[in-house]
């Protein structure tokens, strides 16, 4: 037997290397296996020799880069916002920022180059001694749902995995059909994973025993904060013993430890990331093995960013849907410990066969579905969610911006803000009365009131034909003034940032100019100090609270159903380029709204009316998501401390 198994490991370990395993005594050449991404998981049962690639969050070798939209390249874990450029360490004390390197390799860059024929043995030995504690176990109790406190034993353990720099090699990733079999039979999922992915004895009735079944919103894990029960860590996203497949969005990227989050022995990757030209989508193409890693290049403007950060997640039996404010980078995953964001995750069990047929989607779906398209994900990917029970987001709103102009027929109303009021009003949210609006942002644009108006009609329900009227009408001024009393916008002072645990140096990624602010058009007067609830931590959330007035009287009043309002998750600040601009097509003289960027997010109902003790009806909100800043907030000053922080004071 373990003649046997150091056979095995001896051709596996040719395999990965690119040697020919002709000379070796077990067998013929191993055949290429293609696998389509797009295939469902009941017709992909092959798995290609692909090694698990780790890397280091704390390496110091340069990392790789990806183009941004001016032409230059930009640092896979560095910074491209407000026109200005950074790059960030991963030193678990404090971020420090270097100049970005002028290289403009791919994504996949540094996905090769690794010890290789350590890590393989290293991994085989892992199995093996797995396979072995699983022979010794129990099947019922090895098929028993770990506690919380086991599965956050799992999970820190990998903190404390080698980190040292690994050596730079091409990496070749030779599929073959022996070493697909060496996987599937010897990389069985842990009896310590959070959901078992086992089919045996289960039937197409049987419904999985999902962590988010109903949908949550959570806090990032930052470093050396109190685990309350409110924050996931991306290992806890990615669950990466089970991930089938992955398709994940971000505006930066840190390649080396994104790929040290998954396990590509038995994950299929797709890529959506911005390209500056075809000749950079083969270059980019060309430095990851296609069996394992595919691209989606979204179609962009001269400006703009791809700054969505949806994550599809796939399962054995259910897809989960991720919608994070954060890029896959590891300070914006709490690693650092100076940065937090926010994160909306639900899982959607898989349809039994019969099922299938007639699957339908919610209008949740049915936008997601819209916006995936427009970036040019696979037809079959995108017809696969149908495949999966959306009943549980029928509560739930998906809003999402697609760059460029969107203006043939009611196109216009799909998206940006225009779509953000659709879908409140289409979730009976929406309201003729006065809203109460406070929106979280990481980096603001040149606010004006037009835009300000924008989002504030659209959070009772309007689909931009409102500020688009008071825009082009006399009654302009007086509207302004109205909707500034009932919004604010949370953004740190730069006393704020000063004081942090990162310093001014952690601040690269919280964008503003100072020559916005001082515009005599710049809504001063809505402004707050944004600070955390953690002390010390940087906030790079995006999040919009939006409190409805109940102005009826009586027991009716406190009515269980009657919405209290709804928040607002996702990637979208508060920008132009973000939410676009609503106007008549000179020559048709159609609506059509333009958007810079691609972004996306989640609205969630919250609480049903009640007495909130004096919170100012800020109450509605405690079953829906752990609340980040701190309240009441201070006005932002136009100079002193309490001024804003602005990017060109990161040095």
């Not at 007086?478 to 009393?485: A, E, Q, T, W, Y």
Request: hydrophobic fraction near 30%; aromatic fraction near 8%; include cysteine.
């Amino acid at each position: 037997m373990e003649d046997e198994e150091d056979e095995a490991i001896r051709i596996a370990l040719a395999l990965s290397l690119g040697e020919d395993p002709d000379a070796l005594p077990l067998g013929t050449p191993p055949q290429k296996v293609t696998v389509d991404l797009t295939l469902d998981d009941d017709d992909d049962d092959e798995r290609s020799n692909v090694l698990p690639v780790v890397a280091s969050a704390h390496s110091t070798k340069p990392r790789g880069t990806i183009p941004v939209q001016d032409g230059k390249a930009l640092e896979l874990n560095g910074i491209r916002e407000g026109g200005k450029d950074r790059h960030q360490s991963t030193s678990s004390s404090q971020s420090t920022w270097t100049p970005p390197s002028s290289s403009s390799a791919g994504i996949g860059g540094l996905l090769g180059g690794l010890d290789r024929r350590k890590m393989e043995e290293e991994r085989l030995a892992r199995l093996k001694k797995r396979k072995a504690s699983e022979l010794a176990e129990d099947h019922q109790e090895g098929n028993k749902v770990p506690t919380t406190d086991q599965q956050r034993g799992s999970t820190e353990a990998s903190d404390s995995s080698n980190s040292r720099p690994l050596q730079r090699r091409k990496l070749d990733w030779p599929p073959s059909d022996f070493a697909a079999s060496l996987l599937s039979s010897s990389g069985q999922a842990s009896s310590r994973s959070s959901y078992s992915t086992s089919d045996k004895g289960r039937t197409s009735l049987d419904k999985p025993s999902l962590p988010f079944p109903r949908g949550v919103v959570k806090k990032t894990w930052c470093r050396s904060q109190p685990r309350l029960g409110d924050d996931i860590k991306i290992e806890e996203v990615f669950q990466k013993d089970k991930l089938r497949m992955a398709v994940l969005s971000s505006f930066q990227w840190d390649d080396e430890w994104l790929i040290s989050k998954l396990d590509m022995s038995h994950t299929r990757v797709v890529l959506v990331a911005f390209a500056a030209d075809d000749a950079q989508k083969k270059e980019m193409e060309s430095n990851v093995p296609r069996d394992r890693i595919r691209f989606c290049f979204p179609p962009m403007q001269s400006i703009g960013a791809m700054h969505s950060k949806l994550q599809l997640l796939k399962y054995d039996d259910y897809i989960r849907i991720v919608v994070p404010t954060g890029n896959l980078v590891p300070y914006d995953w709490g690693e650092t410990g100076v940065m937090e964001n926010m994160v909306f995750i639900i899982d959607l069990p898989k349809l039994s066969n019969d099922d299938k047929e007639k699957g339908t989607l919610t209008t949740f779906g049915q936008d997601l579905s819209y916006f995936l398209t427009a970036q040019g994900l696979d037809d079959k990917l995108v017809d696969s969610l149908k495949h999966y029970d959306f009943s549980e987001t029928e509560r739930y709103g998906f809003v999402h911006s697609i760059c460029g102009s969107q203006g043939s027929g009611d196109a216009w109303k799909q998206t940006g803000y225009c779509a953000l009021g659709r879908v409140v009003k289409g979730l009976a949210l929406g309201s003729e009365a006065p809203v109460e609006v406070d929106f979280v942002c990481a980096s603001l644009g040149a606010l004006n009131d037009s835009l300000l108006n924008a989002i504030y009609y659209a959070c009772q329900g309007d689909d931009g034909l409102k500020e688009y009227h008071s825009r082009t009408t006399k009654s302009k001024g007086k509207l302004d003034r109205i909707v500034r009393s009932h919004m604010r916008v949370y953004f740190p002072s730069r006393e704020t940032v000063e004081r942090s645990r990162g310093g001014p140096n952690a601040a690269g990624t919280i964008c503003f100019q100072s020559r916005w602010f001082q515009a005599p058009t710049f809504p001063t007067d809505v402004m707050r100090d944004c600070t955390s609830r953690r002390a010390g931590i940087l906030m790079h959330s995006k999040i919009i609270f939006v409190r409805l007035r109940n102005e009826r009287s009586g027991p009716s009043a406190s009515q269980v159903g009657s919405p209290g309002g709804f928040v607002y998750v996702g990637s979208a600040n508060l920008s132009e380029s973000a939410w676009g601009r609503l106007v008549k097509d000179r020559t048709s003289g159609e609506f059509k709204v333009t958007c810079r960027n691609w972004e996306c997010g989640v609205i969630l109902p919250a609480d049903s009316h009640r007495d909130d003790n004096g919170r100012d009806g800020w109450s509605v909100f405690d079953k829906i998501i752990p609340i980040p800043m701190a309240q009441p907030a201070a006005p932002l000053a136009e100079d002193g401390p309490r001024r804003p922080w602005f990017l060109q004071e990161c040095h």
